[in-house]
């Protein structure tokens, strides 16, 4: 099961990283954000960027969690 499969009033008390049967997104650090629920909530904020306060990863308010994993690497040959 993959995180967002799961709303966040139903994630309440689920700590990702202990519950390893749950998919992650992941922090530019490859670590395991706990609960990436948080920025997704703000939905009706005003659109900003936003500290998870869960792995201190820039996200952006009102929005799910950005995954790292799904992020295209850099093109290593750029520039050179």
């Known amino acids: 099961m993959k995180w967002h499969e ?12 202990v519950r390893l049967d749950i998919e992650a997104p992941l ?6 954000c706990p609960w990436p629920w948080d920025p997704q909530q703000l939905v009706g904020a005003p659109m ?8 201190g990863e820039m996200v952006l308010a009102g929005v799910p969690h950005v995954d790292y994993r799904e992020q295209p690497e850099p093109d290593q040959g750029a520039g050179s």
């Open 6 to 17: 799961i709303e966040p009033k139903d994630a309440v008390g689920i700590d990702l990283s």
């Open 27 to 32: 922090t530019s650090d490859g670590e395991r």
């Open 48 to 55: 900003g960027q936003y500290h998870c306060p869960y792995c």
